[in-house]
């Protein structure tokens, strides 16, 4: 059998910057992915992850592992196909990558693939593991959970400037609901607004003393959704309000928090949580802290888990996301220099 070409990193990251993957539209670049490795003679296998009823429109979704035959991996990289909208389309110069996914997390994968082709040639088991619905809800990721490959470590892929994270931040999602009485705006006394109402409880929220662990940093929050009312001129009846909060350890005490501060102004529906979690070193690289949350804790039963990535954070999510082909080309070296140490 011939051995196939290597993996050109920057080439890859290009091909799957084209395809549109927002969350809930990861078919096509999962497709896309399997029908790649698989030509490059990996073991394949597409797991469907569910559609919410709302997003069933978008069709069938996949994540995607490729492995060794007839073997469990002892190592398996990791990281997620989607990516947040809205879509930017790919471009590039002679220094930089830019487009939607080229740092979170498209070019991750590119590097992860090409160290995990390397390392195959050398003779190491890895595995490869691409999981739909990271920025949502780690939906990819607690469906694969159930399924592990007996692997000893996972190198999960985030943005971390190429260096090891030694915490990733948990995080704790609430919604918070106020509910009143509609009347005329001006005649406020036969009815109760349930935006007032709202707003002093987020007041309230913006208020509490959010727990600090020293080596990690503080607990942040953010207001990220108000919605509520029907018109400047009528009392509204209903208000709602998405709150994101960054946690540095055990959630308890701020749900306690959150909770003292809507009483009787707000219902609380706390709708995601992501623990915090601590990451293990490795001699001779350099160490950071990541501020965000990642599907380490869905993928508990893949090994023990390490945080490590191209790109910067600061800008994912934005309009001006982009990646230095020199730093992708690093991880690829990356990859090899702690896989290789993890598993002699």
């Known amino acids: 059998m011939s051995v196939p070409d290597q993996v050109d990193p920057i080439r890859l990251t290009r091909a799957l910057v084209e395809i549109e993957s927002t969350t809930y539209h990861e078919g096509r670049v999962g497709d896309f992915l399997a029908g790649f490795l698989a030509g490059r003679g990996w073991l394949v296998e597409k797991t469907p992850v569910p559609q919410p009823p709302e ?25 997620h196909l989607d990516t947040v909208p809205p879509y930017i389309p790919f471009t590039e110069d002679a220094d930089f990558m830019y487009g939607r996914g080229v740092s979170d997390a498209k070019g991750i994968i590119a590097a992860q693939v090409a160290a995990a082709e390397s390392l195959r040639a050398a003779g190491f088991r890895i595995g ?41 931040k948990g995080a704790l999602r609430a919604v918070l609901k106020s509910t009143g009485k509609m009347a005329h705006s ?86 995601l949580e992501i623990p915090f979690v601590r990451l293990r070193a490795v001699d001779g690289l350099p ?31 934005t309009p001006f996301e982009k990646l230095a082909k020199s730093e992708l080309r690093e991880a690829v070296e990356l990859y090899i220099k702690v896989a290789r140490q993890l598993l002699a």
């Open 287 to 317: 160490t950071m802290i990541a501020k965000f949350t990642t599907d380490i804790p869905q993928l508990s039963n893949w090994g023990e888990p390490l945080l490590l990535g191209p790109g910067s954070i600061h800008v994912a999510h």
């Open 186 to 271: 001006a005649y406020p006394e036969l009815g109760e607004s349930a935006v007032h109402k709202l707003v002093e409880a987020l007041g309230k929220l913006l208020s509490i003393e959010l727990p600090m662990t020293e080596d990690v940093g503080p607990s942040t929050l953010n207001i990220g959704q108000i919605q509520g009312g029907h018109a400047p001129n009528v009392i509204a009846d209903k208000a709602e309000a998405q709150v994101l909060i960054r946690l540095v350890g055990d959630s308890a005490p701020v749900r306690a928090a959150v909770l003292s501060a809507a009483a009787g102004l707000a219902e609380v529906d706390f709708t």
């Open 128 to 168: 490869l593991l691409f999981v739909s619905g990271e920025e949502r809800d780690s939906a990819g990721a607690k469906v694969e959970n159930e399924s592990p490959k007996e692997s000893r470590f996972l190198i999960n892929g985030e943005p971390t400037d190429n260096r090891l994270a030694l915490a990733s």
């Open 55 to 79: 997003s069933a429109p978008a069709g069938k979704r996949w994540n995607v592992y490729a492995g060794p035959a007839g073997a469990s991996p002892d190592l398996v990289f990791s990281t």
